[in-house]
């Protein structure tokens, strides 16, 4: 079929491109996806199906599971939104402004890429624990944050920063001044010209951003583990919940949580693709 | 064609290296054992690997190199069930070698009853840690129940120190009203209330409590309570040994399909009879573990452990199988003291 493809034999298919090697590029794309992306977790639905539907959803809807699938995801999602503002923010700087140590502060944005979680999760958790150099600070108020879900919250802003970053800079670097400055020749002030003007044009990057954060900090084990505190139903993740199933030897359940996670976080995907389509189409393409 | 020529010297290069490979096969002079074990045995098995090694070249002019993985038992356990090619296992506790048999029928159901004293080489016990001076004056473990105490241990689930820990607890109680499972529940989740942070191994708590100053007392293995003197300093930490603590049993066994397939049988059958002869009881005494064959020890070394009462799990839960079932499976007691209120039950 994807020979038929090749050789343009079904025209109906896509829209007539000057471009060609559609067909093989496009057998190829399908092919690699399904090998590397696909068929692992095909294999993981497949293993949890050993359970059954309604097998499935007793695991899931356990209190216990609940209440770690309500950790992982509301703090990814709280953990995005404060990354789309303040990356939003870092990349306006790194993009905008001309100042010594540009450079460095730029390579800095990626290192919680390039650390081992590991690593980051046990620096996090010596920085904020009571006896940290920050945890101390806000110890004499009876704040605690390492061992909390206050300090999950803290080592996902910090892996996902990155993602938001890199996204919104490249869109914001190939804006034109002269749209900004037609803006202000017809009169709009400054506020305007960033709320109707700027951010329209950023909104789909920064969610590009947030999607990739989001979905990031939801499957973070590594730096989480050394943070969180581990407490069930307070700050008990619901990817260390499938390591304990995995330690039980009960790969059915473990398989479960992880299909149960795979289909909330591909709902929630799907949902800022379509706002972003939506922005697109709203404000052209950025 | 370049293509062409590239494939040939791939080729080249592939039978190159495949015949390195079957070279140093059919050389019949060195053999690699592979020892899965748990965590805090790194240092003990260092000092155990080097004496059996040339050992076993003085007596048979055959170079052995053994080399150990380490790691939480229950995930060690895992991986030789997922296909890690481990000569020997040497694992926290029974329970994890059973589910080795269970799984992957690697070994045999009876492995334990194939090498003497339970197959475990040495044993330990589970005892305090407090900060110095024992501010909060914990003596026993009805002590760590007590209001205002903080304790550090790790997971049961995901840890096999830490189910000795628990298990140390409910038999402490067991012991006092014999056959009150349910004043040990209640001690027991009391004293998990008191815990702030369940770390997934031992040595991720002896961290939380000691670089991170969280908690009044740690709940540790001995060896490892040695180590945590000997690393951060005796002038910050205490060891305190309650009067009666569970006598850990850590096996050992051979894995009988991986042996027999790399054909190393011989060797690794010697290996862990070695863990058994006076020179390797030394050299586990000296490393903080109770030799099984404490005459064979330094009586320097044996002096460091304190006298205290101890029971096995045999006698106290009637087995691992049993013990694990009960305490540590899915729902069972362990997971009922966690209850959705967001604290420890009642």
């Known amino acids: 079929m994807n020979l038929a493809v090749a050789r343009g034999w079904s025209p109906t298919l896509r829209r007539p491109s000057a471009l060609p090697g559609f067909g093989i590029t496009l057998g190829f794309a399908v092919s690699y996806l399904s090998l590397i992306v696909l068929l692992p977790l095909a294999v993981l639905v497949w293993r949890a199906g050993t359970l059954g539907l309604d097998g499935i959803w007793r695991v899931a809807t356990t209190p216990r599971v609940l209440a770690a699938l309500e950790v992982s995801f509301v703090i990814a999602a709280l953990s995005a939104v404060v990354n789309a503002v303040f990356g939003t923010i870092v990349a306006w700087v790194l993009v905008r402004y ?3 140590g540009k450079r460095l502060l730029d390579s800095a944005v990626d290192l919680p890429f390039a650390l081992p979680t590991a690593v980051a999760g046990i620096a996090l958790a010596a920085l904020y624990a009571e006896n940290g150099w920050i945890g101390a600070l806000f110890a004499p108020w009876g704040i605690k944050i390492a061992f909390t879900p206050l300090g999950i919250f803290i080592a996902l802003v910090f892996i996902g920063l990155p ?42 990057a920064v969610l590009t951003g947030v999607a990739l954060a989001f979905a990031r900090a939801v499957g973070e084990y590594g730096s989480v583990i050394f943070i969180a ?34 289909a909330i976080a591909f709902a929630v995907l799907l949902a800022i693709n379509s706002i972003q389509a939506f922005s697109r189409r709203r404000f052209g393409d950025a | 064609m370049t293509v062409r020529r590239r494939a040939l010297a791939l080729a080249a290069v592939s039978l190159g290296l495949l015949a390195t490979i079957v070279c140093a096969q059919a050389q019949p002079k060195d053999v690699v054992l592979t020892n899965v074990s748990y965590d805090p045995t790194r240092e003990l098995y260092r000092a155990l690997n080097d004496a059996f090694a040339k050992e076993w070249q003085a007596s048979t002019g055959q170079k052995v190199t053994i080399r ?59 005892v ?43 038999a402490y109680e067991l012991d006092r009203n014999p056959g009150d499972q349910a004043a040990a529940r209640k001690l027991v989740e009391a004293i998990y209330k008191n815990v702030p942070v369940l770390d997934s191994g031992a040595r991720g708590s002896t961290t939380t409590f000691a670089q991170r100053a969280v908690g009044d007392v740690l709940i540790s293995w001995e060896n490892e309570a040695f180590l945590i003197l000997q690393e951060f300093g005796a002038d910050k930490f205490d060891i305190v040994v309650p009067p009666f603590s569970i006598l850990a049993e850590p096996p050992v066994a051979l894995v009988d399909a991986v042996v027999d397939k790399r054909g190393t049988r011989k060797v690794a059958e010697a290996y862990l009879d070695f863990l058994f002869t006076p ?17 064979a020890a330094d009586p320097a ?10 029971v096995t799990v045999d006698q106290a839960f009637g087995g691992w199988k049993k013990a694990q079932a009960e305490h540590f499976a899915d729902g069972a007691a362990f997971d009922q003291i966690y209850r959705p209120s967001g604290k420890a039950a009642r």
């Open chain 1, 98 to 100: 001309e100042f010594p």
């Open chain 1, 229 to 262: 505190g581990n407490m069930p139903f307070v700050s008990e993740i619901a990817p260390l919940l499938i390591v304990t199933k995995l330690e039980e030897f009960d790969y059915a359940s473990a398989s479960a949580i992880a299909t149960i996670m795979l």
């Open chain 2, 279 to 295: 020179a390797a009881q030394k050299i586990i005494a000296k490393n903080f573990y109770r030799p099984s064959k404490p005459e």
């Open chain 2, 68 to 126: 150990s993985s380490h790691g939480g038992s229950g995930r060690q356990a895992r991986a030789v069930i997922d296909g890690l090619e481990a000569d020997v296992v040497t694992l926290a506790l029974a329970g994890d070698i059973d589910a080795i048999a269970r799984e992957s029928k690697r070994l045999p159901e009876n492995w334990q009853s194939r090498l003497p004293h339970n197959a475990a080489p040495y044993t330990s016990t589970i």
């Open chain 2, 301 to 310: 070394d044996l002096a460091r452990f304190a006298k205290l009462k101890l």
């Open chain 1, 163 to 204: 993602f938001v970053v890199r996204s919104v800079q490249p869109v914001l670097q190939d804006l034109d001044h002269e749209i900004e400055e037609a803006s202000a020749t017809l009169g709009a002030s400054r506020r305007q010209t960033i709320v109707r003007v700027i951010l329209p044009a950023l909104t789909p």
């Open chain 2, 128 to 170: 305090f840690v407090v900060r110095k001076g024992n501010p909060k004056a914990i003596k026993d473990w009805p002590d760590l129940a007590k209001s205002g105490v903080s304790v550090v241990t790790p997971n049961p689930k995901t840890s096999g120190g830490a189910r000795w820990n628990y298990l140390a607890a409910w």
